[in-house]
């Protein structure tokens, strides 16, 4: 049987190629996320600790321009940092611990004023009543297994030491031999030094861009959507300023995660013309102007499309859960600009070959 370019067995045979071509591509994608997330407990404190190395750096330099050792520097703030972070967290969760009882009072009023009005226009709430009874069997289930609990708690508490373990250790050679690493690739892998200097600085600038962008948003966008909770004496504001700027380092989700909270609540305390409010207050400052304001806040920091940055919340969050989706934008940022310098970088080459063979 001959086989023509226009054959149906030509057409059929390339369709097969096709088919399992995109198998492999997928099943290589599910491979290497499913290599990541087994080293996530690795992978992830490595990640950290570049970050916060990037970030507080700076600082480490700035103490040796008066004399001090950078190993000495490089212990000092990496003391504060985990000093600071210690301090905000108990703050922060025993504030929430402290808030779980008014925050659950709350929730349950916003739930049963949202039903009851939905009966009101003589609308279908049954699916309300499903949800909320899978929602009290899965916490049953959740919390009737004690030695599963007990487990799962012990298990939780060894991987959390044992990922802070690393991040510290890890940032703490970042922060003191951060500056070292691009010579140190330039040895290993034989190529130009000037190359990782250059990956080297767009990644800081990225990464710091990024992060200090993100907080100048939420400090910006975040009094527009606490005005309308304050003029309506909405309750739990102060917890809800907080998440509303630890999720805005979230990006899509996060902000309007902590938007869906206030409006329940709102529900519940002021009726649906307060949750319409909140709800306005909410489309407009995660709207137009976070737009504008991330716009001029990020600069080229994060010069990626937005569904580059979609996907790579999803892939962190696949990865590493909630960390992994705040980690995914600017790790997403750092390596695109890793990849354009490194373009650069062959592009200059290719053009400096000829005129080398020529002379």
């Not at 103490?63 to 703030?77: C, D, H, N």
């Not at 991987?159 to 330039?186: Q, S």
């Not at 990024?210 to 907080?215: D, H, L, M, Q």
């Not at 919340?313 to 705040?326: D, E, F, K, P, S």
Request: aromatic share 10%; with cysteine.
């Amino acid at each position: 049987m001959s086989e023509t370019p226009g054959s149906g067995y030509g057409k059929l045979r390339r369709l097969g190629m096709g088919s399992w071509s995109a198998i492999g591509i997928i099943l290589l994608v599910l491979v290497i996320a499913a290599g990541l997330a087994a080293l996530s407990n690795v992978v992830v404190p490595l990640v950290i600790a570049v970050i916060l190395g990037t970030v507080l750096e700076p600082i480490v330099t700035w103490l040796t321009r008066y004399r001090i050792p950078r190993t000495l520097a490089a212990t000092i703030v990496l003391l504060l940092a985990c000093a600071v972070t210690t301090v905000l967290t108990i703050i922060l969760v025993r504030g929430f611990v402290h808030q779980i009882p008014e925050i659950s009072h709350q929730l349950a009023r916003g739930w049963v004023q949202f039903a009851n009005w939905m009966q009101s226009l003589d609308l279908d709430s049954s699916w309300l009543d499903q949800l909320r009874t899978a929602g009290d069997d899965l916490i049953g289930k959740l919390s009737g297994g004690a030695l599963g609990f007990v487990t799962s708690a012990v298990y939780g508490t060894i991987t959390l030491a044992l990922g802070l373990f690393f991040a510290i250790y890890f940032l703490f050679f970042v922060l003191r031999d951060g500056r070292m690493f691009p010579a140190w690739l330039a040895r290993m892998t034989g190529q130009d030094q000037a190359l990782f200097t250059e990956i080297d600085t767009q990644v800081q600038q990225s990464l710091r861009g990024y992060f200090s962008g993100t907080a100048v948003t939420a400090l910006i966008t975040g009094p527009i959507f606490v005005i309308p909770l304050l003029i309506l004496g909405i309750p739990l504001v102060i917890p809800m300023i907080i998440l509303y700027f630890v999720l805005s380092f979230i990006p899509f989700l996060g902000a309007w995660l902590t938007g869906v909270f206030a409006i329940l609540i709102a529900f519940g305390y002021g009726g649906p013309s307060a949750a319409l409010i909140v709800g306005l207050g909410l489309l407009i400052s995660n709207g137009p102007v976070q737009n504008v304001v991330s716009a001029w806040a990020l600069g080229s920091s994060l010069k990626i499309h937005p569904v580059t940055v979609l996907v790579a919340t999803m892939a962190g969050g696949v990865i590493a859960g909630a960390l992994g989706m705040v980690l995914g934008p600017p790790v997403m940022s750092a390596l695109q600009r890793s990849y354009n310098v490194v373009r650069e970088h062959r592009a200059k080459d290719t053009q400096h070959t000829p005129t080398l063979e020529s002379a």
